[in-house]
C-alpha cells in the first residue's frame, strides 16, 4: 500500500515553453503533498506543500508564479514548470501524506527528472 | 526551525560488515518523530525506519537499527550485514509532532558496500 507515482519519470522541453507533471497517490487519499526539487548528489530541497482544495504554500526563494501546484484532488497533484529555463533542469520529487494517517509518514514518487534545452 | 546534521558525506563498508550513519538534530519540541530513508541509483526515496521520540525502545527493522539518544538529539542508523544493495545515499530525517506533515532533511551520506 501507500503507493505514489509520478508521471511523466523524464521529460525533455525547449526553453521558453511549459511543463506539467503529475503526483498521484494510487491507494490512498492524500490532503497534503510535497514538492521537492533535488540537485545530483544533494538533499532534497522542499519547494511547496500543497493541501487539497487550497493554494500552495511555497518556501522562501521559490517562484510561485513560476513553479505553479495545483492539489485538485485528494489522489492528485500537478507541478507546472512555467516558461522553462535551462537552470530549471533538475530532478523533482513528490511525496503525500496519508488523510489521518497515524504513521506520520510521507510516501514519496520515483521522481521526474526535467531538461530544459 | 529545526536542523539535521549528517557529517559522514561518504561512508564505506565491506560486504557482510557492519557500518554506523551519524544524525544529530536540534528541536525544541519534546514529541516529534525521525526517520531514516534510502535514495538507491534508481532516486526512489525508500523509508528504512522511523523512530517515534516519545518511545524509549530503539527501532529496528531487520538488519537496520537505531540509537536513539534523545537527550543528545542523536539518530544513528547502524546497518549489520552490510550487502551491496545497501550501497545508496541515506538521509536523516525530521518531522515535528504537530499535524503539519513537513520533513526537515540532513544533506545525507553516501554509502557504498564493497565486495
Known amino acids: 500500500g501507500a503507493v505514489v507515482s509520478q508521471h511523466p519519470s523524464r521529460v525533455i522541453c525547449k526553453s521558453g515553453t511549459s511543463v506539467k507533471i503529475e503526483c498521484r497517490s494510487l491507494d490512498f487519499q492524500a490532503t497534503t503533498m510535497f514538492w521537492y526539487r533535488q540537485f545530483p548528489k544533494q538533499s532534497l530541497m522542499l519547494m511547496a506543500t500543497?493541501?487539497?482544495?487550497?493554494?500552495?504554500?511555497?518556501e522562501q526563494g521559490v517562484e510561485k508564479d513560476k513553479f505553479l501546484i495545483n492539489h485538485a484532488s485528494l489522489t492528485l497533484s500537478t507541478l507546472t514548470v512555467t516558461s522553462a529555463h535551462p537552470e530549471d533542469s533538475s530532478f523533482y520529487i513528490c511525496s503525500a501524506t496519508e488523510a489521518g494517517g497515524a504513521r506520520h509518514e510521507q510516501y514519496f514518487g520515483p521522481g521526474t527528472r526535467l531538461t530544459v534545452t | 526551525a529545526q536542523t539535521v546534521t549528517q557529517s559522514q558525506p561518504e561512508m564505506s563498508v565491506q560486504e557482510a560488515e557492519t557500518v554506523t550513519l551519524s544524525c544529530t538534530y536540534d528541536?525544541?519540541?519534546?514529541?516529534?518523530?525521525l526517520f531514516w530513508y534510502k535514495q538507491p541509483p534508481s532516486r526512489q526515496m525508500i523509508l528504512v525506519i522511523r523512530q517515534e521520540a516519545y518511545k524509549q525502545q530503539n527501532a529496528t527493522e531487520n538488519r537496520f537499527s537505531v540509537n536513539f539518544q534523545k537527550a543528545a538529539k542523536s539518530f544513528s542508523l547502524k546497518i549489520s550485514d552490510s550487502q551491496l544493495g545497501d550501497t545508496a545515499m541515506y538521509f536523516c530525517a525530521f518531522k515535528g509532532g504537530g499535524s503539519n506533515y513537513k520533513l526537515t532533511f540532513g544533506k545525507g551520506t553516501l554509502l557504498t558496500v564493497n565486495p
Open positions: 528541536t525544541s519540541e519534546s514529541n516529534y518523530y
Open positions: 500543497s493541501n487539497e482544495g487550497s493554494k500552495a504554500t511555497y
